[in-house]
């Protein structure tokens, strides 16, 4: 009703020749707007089973206890029920990836600790045997030396 007021304010704003041409328009819009609003009245004073009709339409309050109503209703409540059960598939695999990336990266670091450590062990393994290979040579070098003083009458 508030917009048939503004078009009827605002067609009063134009020349007398335009504005007369708008004016019956908004009359006439007027004149349907009474004419929807009293038929809107009737049709909800009408019981004459309408009801029973409105009803099955879903335009009453009893729509769901019609059998139309209880079908619908089931139907939204399979439907939700199926939505839910996707989710939680959805959040159990989810779950098992997790998992499986958790138990993978705690593998990966098993065996990079133990790969430091085997290497820490390597390199200290090889340094010793430097040492013990340096300590052989030395020794078969003083003996060589040892020797060699025997064969040449020098000891």
């Not at 598939?89 to 133990?114: C, D, K, N, P, Y």
Request: hydrophobic letters at 40%.
């Amino acid at each position: 009703m508030q917009q048939l007021k503004r078009m009827d304010m605002e067609a009063r704003s134009f020349s007398p020749e335009r504005s007369r041409a708008l004016l019956q328009k908004v009359k006439e819009y007027k004149a349907d707007w009474g004419k929807l609003k009293e038929d809107a009245r009737a049709a909800a004073v009408s019981a004459s089973g309408g009801l029973a009709a409105r009803a099955e339409l879903g335009l009453s309050d009893e729509y769901y206890s019609t059998s139309a109503g209880q079908r619908d209703r089931l139907l939204q409540t399979t439907d939700k029920l199926q939505k839910t059960s996707d989710r939680i598939q959805e959040g159990r695999q989810q779950l098992l990836q997790t998992e499986v990336r958790f138990v993978g990266g705690r593998i990966t670091q098993s065996a990079v600790h133990a790969l430091e450590l085997l290497s820490g062990f390597m390199v200290y393994w090889i340094i010793g045997a430097v040492a013990l290979v340096g300590a052989l040579l030395q020794r078969v070098y003083k003996t060589r030396q040892g020797h060699d003083a025997c064969l040449s009458g020098h000891v």
